[in-house]
């Protein structure tokens, strides 16, 4: 490769004056992201400083918004307290006030670990959970930090080394066992934070156990990353760059797909030379790149924007998958979109693009009872309503169901919508496995 190899070089809340461009923040945004960066966790890349925000359109460029905190994070008085509290220099007070700020951010949205997280003789498996019959999601302990953190990330909190570093699992151990039982799971996704921060060799020891004959049953393998746009170096540069690249072969070579769910969020992470670079290469092994995202307000609430990235993508060999819709958790008010909102800018996007990106599925909310798509929002005997369905649902029979919610401009996300023609539940409600609303749950959404 003629590209030099890059270093790698983070920044956080402590280093960013270190960056070159720091300078270029003016005085009162730096003081925003000096503020918020106490509560959310914040991390950054040169790579991203230099090759994806565009720094004559700060604040408003989509990665500046992507990567860097911003006041109106934090509600006014909250975050006017966190600035005094900042001014006083005393860690102590910073770390408390900073942990209770994150405790009103519902640092652990719908969902749980004693749903989804499955047992085994009577233990739970560390590291995994197992929602959808088909698919169970992997989350390796050197795998649970990124390359640069989003400030959308509805992981936040393991970021700022709270229990969730707990879900994750030190070797492949309890994965195999699991899998060994459990026929009727097809695919693996292997999640994070960003699993592709891990080097090569420890990667393998996760991947590789999965290729031996018994897990004939285990057809696709995914790898959940934002790296594809962070970091392409991973495919390209890094001094491992080829073996990670040699690994993929092997999992093909094995006779299973292997899937690299990429995070796209903007088209101006697949922009870059390198970055294209980067794709081609992984779509060189036999591996298949899907691109999905949130849609998020500052950064991509734009038709334009999931247009150019779509058919950039499919131009270049991947594949479009999902548009979510952000989730109830961090600078939620600073992000959400109305769901009609959502939906419009899907169906423009959608429309504008040829069959080959219309392999896309969205927008779609990860609530308890499953992933459900907004279907279009039409007027069914005189009632205006929200037409919904189920991508996946806790139980498979749910899939593709179409149901009805009452139509409400303002609704954000699933849990304010209520039934249409003045149904008192759902369909699905009564069968749903109460009591214990869960604490918590990791769907995939990044
Ligand atoms: C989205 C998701 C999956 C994968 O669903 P697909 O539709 O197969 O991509 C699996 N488990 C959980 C918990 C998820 O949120
Ligand atoms: S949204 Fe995904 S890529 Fe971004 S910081 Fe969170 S886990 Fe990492």
């Not at 992981?155 to 309890?174: C, S, T």
Request: aromatic share 12%; hydrophobic share 40%.
């Amino acid at each position: 490769m003629n590209q030099a190899a890059a270093k790698f070089t983070p920044y956080n809340s402590k280093t960013i004056q270190r960056a070159p461009q720091w300078e270029r923040i003016p005085e009162e945004l730096r003081e925003g992201v000096t503020v918020v960066s106490q509560v959310l966790p914040f991390r950054t890349n040169q790579y991203v400083l230099d090759e994806l925000i565009d720094w004559e359109n700060i604040p408003d460029d989509p990665i500046f918004r992507l990567n860097f905190p911003h006041r109106t994070m934090l509600d006014d008085r909250d975050y006017v307290a966190m600035r005094d509290v900042v001014a006083t220099g005393d860690k102590r007070q910073i770390a408390l006030y900073a942990g209770k700020l994150r405790e009103q951010m519902n640092p652990h949205p719908a969902g749980q670990q004693t749903h989804n997280v499955p047992e085994l003789d009577g233990e739970e498996v560390q590291g995994i959970q197992h929602k959808y019959a088909e698919t169970v999601l992997f989350f390796p302990k050197a795998g649970q930090t990124c390359h640069a953190y989003c400030t959308f990330c509805f992981r936040w909190p393991q970021f700022v080394g709270d229990d969730e570093l707990a879900f994750a699992a030190k070797d492949a151990q309890g994965l195999t066992a699991y899998l060994a039982r459990h026929r009727e799971v097809t695919d693996v996704l292997i999640t994070g934070g960003d699993p592709l921060i891990m080097r090569t060799n420890t990667l393998a020891r996760y991947i590789e156990p999965l290729l031996a004959p018994e897990f004939e049953h285990i057809q696709n393998i995914r790898i959940g990353t934002k790296s594809v746009a962070y970091w392409p170096q991973r495919f390209v540069t890094d001094q491992d760059a080829d073996e990670l690249l040699r690994l993929f072969e092997r999992v093909i070579a094995a006779g299973k797909h292997l899937a690299i769910m990429g995070h796209y969020n903007h088209p101006a992470e697949i922009r870059p030379d390198i970055a294209q670079t980067a794709l081609k290469r992984i779509i060189a092994t036999g591996a298949n790149v899907r691109l999905q995202s949130p849609v998020l307000k500052h950064i991509n609430d734009d038709p334009a924007a999931w247009r150019e990235l779509w058919t950039t993508g499919v131009r270049l060999g991947a594949i479009p998958y999902y548009m979510f819709v952000e989730r109830d958790t961090g600078a939620r008010a600073y992000f959400e979109l109305p769901l009609v909102r959502a939906y419009e800018v899907f169906r423009e996007a959608y429309k504008s693009v040829s069959g080959l990106a219309r392999t896309v599925r969205g927008p779609s909310m990860s609530a308890f009872p499953g992933k459900v798509l907004i279907d279009g929002t039409p007027t069914i005997r005189g009632e205006k309503v929200f037409a919904l369905q189920f991508l996946q649902g806790r139980d498979p029979d749910w899939t593709r169901r179409p149901f009805y919610a009452k139509y409400d401009p303002h609704a954000t996300w699933f849990d304010q919508l209520t039934p249409a023609f003045g149904d008192q539940e759902f369909f699905f409600e009564n069968a749903l496995p109460l009591p214990a609303r869960p604490a918590r749950e990791l769907a995939v959404i990044s």
